[in-house]
C-alpha cells in the first residue's frame, strides 16, 4: 500500500524557516513524480513544487512561478523522502502543505498536477504568524 506522510509544519515568525517532510512508504519515491501542494482557507490547492522520477525521467525540479525563489525542494532516495525548504516565510505562506505522488510535473506556465490515481498524504499546517 502506497503511503506518504507529512511532518514537519507548525508556527512560525514571519522571515523564519521551516522544512516540511514527506516518508514513503510501500513504493519508491524515484520512480514517480513527486510533489508539495498547499491550501490556505479560502483558497483553491496550488502546486508549490515537484520532482520528476529519477528512474524514469531526469528527475529535474518545477517550482511554481509565483514562488519567489523560497523554496528548495529535493529528494532523498534512500530515506525515501521528499523535503520542501521553505525560507524568508510570510504570513501567505500559511497553508496546509500536503505531499503527493504520481503527478503531471510540468514546467511552468503549465501547472503541476495530480493524476487520477495519485497518493496524497494527510497534510501538515504551516502557520507563519508573529
Known amino acids: 500500500q502506497m503511503q506518504l506522510v507529512e511532518s514537519g509544519g507548525g508556527l512560525v515568525q514571519p522571515g523564519g524557516s521551516l522544512r516540511l517532510s514527506c516518508a514513503a512508504s510501500?513504493?519508491?519515491?524515484?520512480?514517480?513524480?513527486v510533489g508539495w501542494f498547499r491550501q490556505a482557507p479560502g483558497k483553491e490547492r496550488e502546486g508549490v513544487s515537484c520532482?520528476?522520477?529519477?528512474?524514469?525521467?531526469?528527475?529535474?525540479?518545477v517550482y511554481a512561478e509565483s514562488l519567489e525563489g523560497r523554496f528548495t525542494l529535493s529528494r532523498d532516495n534512500v530515506k525515501n523522502t521528499l523535503y520542501l525548504q521553505i525560507s524568508s516565510l510570510k504570513p501567505e505562506d500559511s497553508a496546509v502543505y500536503s505531499c503527493?505522488?504520481?503527478?503531471?510535473?510540468?514546467?511552468?506556465?503549465?501547472?503541476?498536477?495530480?493524476?487520477?490515481?495519485?497518493?496524497w498524504g494527510q497534510g501538515t499546517q504551516v502557520v507563519v504568524s508573529s
Open positions: 510501500g513504493f519508491a519515491l524515484e520512480d514517480y513524480a
Open positions: 503527493a505522488a504520481d503527478l503531471n510535473c510540468l514546467a511552468p506556465p503549465a501547472a503541476m498536477t495530480p493524476r487520477p490515481r495519485a497518493t
Open positions: 520532482i520528476r522520477s529519477s528512474s524514469r525521467d531526469d528527475g529535474s525540479v
